[in-house]
T-cell receptor, first 112, second 117 residues
């Protein structure tokens, strides 16, 4: 069985500041992928960033970057220069052959 | 534009009634999924399908049924056996089957909110 744990149910950050969302996981697979998804109040879930487990280099997409610590099974998301539009629920997910598991989510509020 | 269409956006179910939620995709994706989301909670997998005419139970399949007669369509039926159906239901799809299944990002629809009358 594989699990994904997001230990921060809610977080807030001031506009233009940086925030880090935590995610830990457990899997017995050697080949897997990790994802962060964003679900804004309008409800459509979209992909934020993806990391392949066999790549040591941390993935980056504009203001979004991850800190992937494979030995510690940790996959945190850093949002730089936070914007009001970043207010959403963020889900960490683990995908491996035949299985896809989501965490319970972190609700992020960006304050003006 | 390609995407996933879920309908209806809102649905009400009477006691003892079966209801069907529609999910259509024009992304030519092989895999499709149904998730249930309760307020303040994460996504729980109900059913998934990697190819036409084949589907697998997820973590909370009891009280639900699906079919996959066409690649583009993956309807979910909430049966009267599901005693607590009130939730937000999300359909998703992704490319890749077999060893690639689970490794590809998922594309989501806008969801259907189901309530009991």
């Amino acid at each position: 069985a594989q699990t994904v744990t997001q230990s921060q149910p809610e977080m807030s950050v001031q506009e233009a500041e940086t925030v880090t969302l935590s995610c830990t996981y457990d899997t017995s697979e050697n080949n897997y992928y990790l994802f962060w998804y964003k679900q804004p109040p309008s409800r459509q879930m979209i992909l934020v960033i993806r990391q392949e487990a066999y790549k040591q280099q941390n993935a980056t997409e504009n203001r979004f970057s991850v800190n992937f610590q494979k030995a510690a099974k940790s996959f945190s998301l850093k949002i730089s220069d936070s914007q009001l539009g970043d207010t959403a629920m963020y889900f960490c997910a683990l995908g491996s052959a035949g299985k896809s598991t989501f965490g319970d989510g972190t609700t992020l509020t960006v304050k003006p | 534009d390609g995407g996933i269409t879920q309908s209806p956006k809102y649905l009400f179910r009477k006691e003892g009634q079966n209801v069907t939620l529609s999910c259509e995709q024009n992304l030519n994706h092989d895999a499709m999924y149904w998730y249930r989301q309760d307020p303040g909670q994460g996504l729980r997998l109900i059913y998934y399908s990697q190819i036409v005419n084949d589907f697998q139970k997820g973590d909370i399949a009891e009280g639900y049924s699906v079919s996959r007669e066409k690649k583009e369509s993956f309807p979910l039926t909430v049966t009267s056996a599901q005693k607590n159906p009130t939730a937000f239901y999300l359909c998703a799809s992704s490319i890749g089957t077999g060893p690639l299944f689970g490794n590809q990002p998922q594309h989501f629809g806008d969801g259907t909110r189901l309530s009991i009358l």
